[in-house]
């Protein structure tokens, strides 16, 4: 227990972690009294996700959440880091993409509009406030500056943000919980590194996730949206970015890589297998992981138990890289008792039974079972 509880380990809790809490309770709380209102809103403008075709909730859902995400959010931010150098690059560019998704939710765009605003988002984060990757890390230490490819790597890494969590969202509480998992381990890994302005955004975007997930958990009262998965995808994509400046890139870079394994590697294969039938990368179907474990019989809260699970597990690998192996063990024991829940649960449902007669000579009476 003193690995755990030992006075070094509690101060560097507290100089490295304890200014994320902050802000992260702030967010909470603006998100979770700002989350009524945009219901209300959205009821009054109209903005409501419609019953039917590949959606599966069974009632008309308000689909301001994005909106209330990024007050929440900005608040905090605010609050705790208003001299930092890079806090209006990531407040524009979050916003942006907060309102100009809202458009998306009301009419759809198309395809390519919405890549160009996709696009537009990447380059204004990369060339107008310089939140940018510029340099990576080979093997022996050596390190490589990007030089003319500082834009386009960077610009690649926020678009990926951008889809993956766009592509996550498709089931109530699903991309609201991972991201929230996700931005804890950044606040863990820029705690190791020192960082505590990335300590204080990462604290940020897990509060308001947190505070949006009261709303948003199966079944939910109100969808992010477009909105919602965008201004979470460009803000992670930047928050991790912006926690590489004290650490070689490829090395940083990995633990929302490894966190976010699961749903990159399902977007990945989303887009070969829609390229692969000649469909539209944008076009939507009911194939994507959460659609299938859905399939299989698990249930929205079900699924949303498993992706949580994995990303906790695979965030603390990750953290492994900067010297948190005592997570590690703790999320392993906290993900075994979550799956095994979720299995006992299905097992339970759906009426599998397992013969083991020599059980009954356990039991005390012939006739028990």
């Known amino acids: 227990m003193t690995d755990f509880f030992g006075g070094g380990a509690l101060t560097s809790l507290r100089d490295h972690l304890l200014p994320g809490l902050w802000p992260m309770l702030v967010a909470f709380a603006v ?13 009054r403008i109209g903005l409501i996700a419609q019953p039917g075709g590949r959606h599966a909730h069974p009632n008309p859902t308000p689909l301001l959440g994005g909106l209330a995400m990024f007050v929440g959010f900005a608040v905090a931010v605010l609050i705790f880091l208003p001299n930092y150098q890079y806090m209006p690059g990531v407040l524009v560019v979050s916003g ?8 998306d939710d009301r009419r759809s765009m198309s395809p390519w509009v919405k890549l160009a605003v996709q696009v537009f988002l990447s380059l204004l984060a990369v060339a107008v406030y310089g939140i940018e990757i510029k340099a990576v890390s080979l093997p022996g230490h050596h390190i490589v500056d990007l030089g003319l490819l500082i834009t386009p790597v960077s610009m690649f890494w926020l678009l990926g943000m951008q889809n993956t969590v766009n592509f996550l969202d498709g089931v109530d509480g699903l991309a609201a919980g991972v991201i929230f998992i996700v931005a804890l381990v950044l606040m863990l890994a820029a705690g190791e590194l020192k960082d505590i302005d990335v300590v204080k955004l990462s604290g940020a975007l897990a509060g308001t996730c947190a505070g949006f997930l009261l709303f948003n958990f199966h079944p ?9 998965s965008h201004f979470l995808g460009i803000a992670l994509g930047m928050i991790s970015i912006l926690g590489v400046a004290k650490v070689a890139v490829a090395f940083a870079l990995a633990v929302p890589v490894i966190a976010l394994a699961v749903p990159i590697a399902d977007t990945a294969w989303a887009i070969l297998r829609r390229r692969r039938h000649k469909a539209s990368v944008a076009a939507a179907d009911l194939l994507h992981l959460h659609h299938r474990l859905q399939s299989f019989g698990l249930d929205a809260r079900q699924t949303c138990y498993v992706f949580y699970a994995a990303s906790a597990l695979l965030g603390a690998l990750g953290l492994t890289l900067f010297g948190h192996g005592r997570v590690l063990v703790v999320v392993v024991v906290v993900t075994l008792a979550l799956v095994s ?7 339970q449902h759906a009426g599998w039974r397992m013969p083991a007669p020599f059980m009954r000579r356990l039991l005390g009476t012939s006739g028990s079972r």
């Open 31 to 43: 998100c979770a009294l700002v989350v009524p209102v945009a219901i209300v809103l959205s009821r």
């Open 96 to 103: 942006l993409a907060a309102g100009l998704l809202i458009l």
């Open 220 to 228: 939910a009262r109100i969808f992010m949206g477009d909105s919602g």
């Open 341 to 347: 829940t979720v299995v006992a649960d299905l097992l």
